[in-house]
């Protein structure tokens, strides 16, 4: 009886920390570690002739993955730039007509003012029976005929200006649409040249890399995925009888089975707005057939305080055990704490995810200080990076 009054006494302690735990957490084990997952894909339709790049490697973003066969573009570049020479050519050429076409109307103009002279001279003579009515008529003709050669001028002149724009005052001399549209194809070909150099779009892990030197590939062709290691967050999916007292912000426990007994440190970041199973591919249809109620669980994602250590890295798809303290419920339902720190008042703040776009290349561009290797027993043919 006194061993069983001191075991009874001993085991008070741990039972009321039980039942506190108990009545203010909740946990489950249905969780697992999820993540971005960028798949990399190509732009254009090539051949890939070097890769950088191994499963499983490390990268940072805008690392230089693969690249494709750029003769091809290399060309469509050489010949956009040809045809913006040859659209600026045009324009000078269309300047010149127009500076031909003002001097035509400044001659015109000099030849119909003779004319009016001669007109009045031979037709003062005329009536003074000094000349012929022959002269008197060739003055006549002069005269329409330097007129008609003026009005001519001048619809050269305006359609010189039209070709050139207008108002040729307000522009700069090569601030034409010809020239904008050569441009345009200049750009859109120095794009297609610089997308030959397929870089990495976030610092992360590559994985189920399929591409290989001498692949033809095609747009939007997955080539490898790469999971960023800093963008990873716990899905838990709780019971619906288990979220009664849930909040955005309150602190979790994560326990992840590769790492027993290692206690990773988190919050609740939002709670989704439906059940698992109603956005599944075949969501259940309670109102046909014969209905059993199911309890039914809705993922929450839990977003960890600070990155995982060096030591222990997590992976996507790990198994974890998540334990919420639900003793405050003052926090929101339906907002995010990612959100809030993305964004203030409202406004767009910080990008919560943003892609390093390179500048295009003037002329094909150099590789960087990376060695492609040749292929080795074992191993699929690519590359490596220099070490420092």
Known sequence: MALLIIAMAAGIVPAIRYYRDLMTHVSTDDAYVDGTVALVSSRLSGTVNAVYVEDNWPVKEGDLLVTLDPRTFQVRVDQARAQLARARQTVDELFAQLAAAQAGLDLTESQLKQAVLDYDRDASLYKSNVVSKETYDQAVTAYRVAKANVALAQHQVAQARAALGGDIEDHARYDRPIVEQAAAAMEAARLDLSHTRITAPMTGIVTHKTVHVGHRVQP??????????????????????????????????????????????????????????????????????????????????????????????????????VSVDISDTRGPLLTSTLQKHFFRNGKPFIPPERLQIPPLPEILPGWPDIEPLPSTPGIPSGATMKQS
Not at 270 to 282: E, K, R, V
Not at 288 to 309: A, E, S, Y
């Open 220 to 321: 939007g062709e997955p080539l490898m995925a790469i999971v960023p290691t800093h963008r990873l967050y716990i899905t838990a999916n709780f019971k619906e009888t288990q979220l009664t007292d849930v909040r955005v912000g309150q602190e979790a426990d994560i326990e992840a089975d590769i790492y027993p007994g290692y206690i990773y440190k988190g919050h609740v970041d939002s709670i989704s707005m439906g059940t698992g199973s109603a956005f599944s591919l075949l969501p259940p249809e309670n109102a046909t057939g014969n209905w059993v109620k199911v309890v039914q669980r809705v993922p929450v994602k839990i977003v960890l305080n600070q990155p995982p250590p060096p030591d222990k890295p997590l992976r996507i798809g790990l198994s974890v055990e």
